[in-house]
């Protein structure tokens, strides 16, 4: 465990690489354009580029990025995330419920839906392969081979998996399982045009040395871990924190946004494994650090205000 009371950009070349990233940074109050705490002051966009540059300088393929925010300002800083090497998964809203709502709202005041979600945005690395996006090379090896397109779907076994997702251009890509991969890379070497063998070898030196099942773990490099239960979805039903887990002082909370430990442990879960490195640059009250380390991870955090740095590690010996 690596808790320290800073700017986490003092500490990024340090850390170990990490699996999975939680941040849950500014939401668009509170801090100045300068690395120091301003009440008066919004966070612009940019304020969050050099941390999204340093983790990408860090993060290996197999990273996960969950970025926090409210939905206005991640679309504000979207752009930058993927400026740095990020592919866009989904988002994820936090439905707090109606229990999030204060006694009986005016909406003819306030002029609009109350508002009672937060939103996590899914990120992984942009991998390349042979200086392309990794979904364009697989669309591209494929068509290497001189294959109709629809044929990839024989060769994986499914109906319309391959050409719907493994091998589409569009936003429903994405990565095929290992098995798949093995069983497109055969086919295309077997049956495409020999003059363009091999294809589909992403490390070729890997691939001619390496068994199969070696070949399998190789393919997993080059996308991020996740897993999560059947049935769960991208809307989390969860009323806010009014129990004893919130932190409190003198009756009053500590933090005016303390997240569930619960919804941290979900998406810690969903990509990594015991043993990962798990990065919070943003502490707060360290409630990503404390679900990695809880389910078995090693959190790396940062908090630049000593008050919430203390009550954050605080809750680590309870």
């Not at 120091?36 to 966009?45: E, M, N």
């Not at 099942?213 to 997993?220: C, E, G, L, Q, V």
Request: positive net charge; charged residues 20%.
């Amino acid at each position: 465990m690596n808790l320290v009371c800073g700017d986490a950009l003092q500490y990024y070349a340090t850390w170990p690489v990490p699996t999975a990233i939680v941040s849950d940074g500014p939401y668009g109050v509170g801090m100045g354009k300068v690395k120091t705490w301003d009440p008066g002051a919004k966070c612009p966009p940019e304020w969050y580029e050099p941390h999204v540059e340093a983790w990408s300088k860090r993060a290996s393929n197999q990273t996960t990025l969950w970025f926090w925010n409210t939905e206005i300002n991640w679309a504000r800083i979207h752009p930058i995330i993927e400026k740095h090497g990020w592919r866009y998964v989904s988002l994820n809203s936090w439905n707090k419920t109606k229990a999030m709502i204060s006694g009986n709202v005016n909406t003819q005041t306030i002029r609009h839906f109350p508002i009672v979600t937060e939103v996590c945005a899914h990120y992984v690395r942009d991998v390349k392969v042979a200086g392309m996006p990794i979904q364009a090379w697989f669309n591209h090896e494929w068509r290497r081979t001189g294959l109709p397109l629809r044929e990839a779907n024989a060769a994986c076994g499914v109906k319309n998996a391959a050409t719907r997702k493994y091998l589409t251009l569009c936003h429903l890509w994405y990565f095929p399982p290992p098995d798949v991969f093995e069983r497109l890379r055969a086919y295309a070497n077997e049956h495409g045009n020999p003059k363009g063998r091999p294809y589909f070898d992403i490390d070729a030196d890997a691939f001619k040395q390496d068994a199969k099942s070696k070949r399998k773990a190789h393919i997993n490099q080059y996308r991020a871990k996740f897993n999560c239960p059947f049935g769960s979805t991208n809307v989390w039903d969860r009323i806010p924190l009014r129990d004893s887990e919130r932190v409190k002082a003198n009756g009053k909370a500590v933090h005016p946004n303390q997240k569930p430990i619960d919804l941290m442990c979900k998406i810690i879960n969903a990509s990594t494994d015991v043993g990962d490195v798990v990065w919070e640059p943003f502490g707060g009250l360290f409630t990503a650090s404390l679900a990695a380390h809880r389910l078995g991870r090693m959190p790396c955090g940062a908090e630049i205000n000593r008050g919430y740095y203390q009550h954050g590690v605080a809750r680590f010996g309870q």
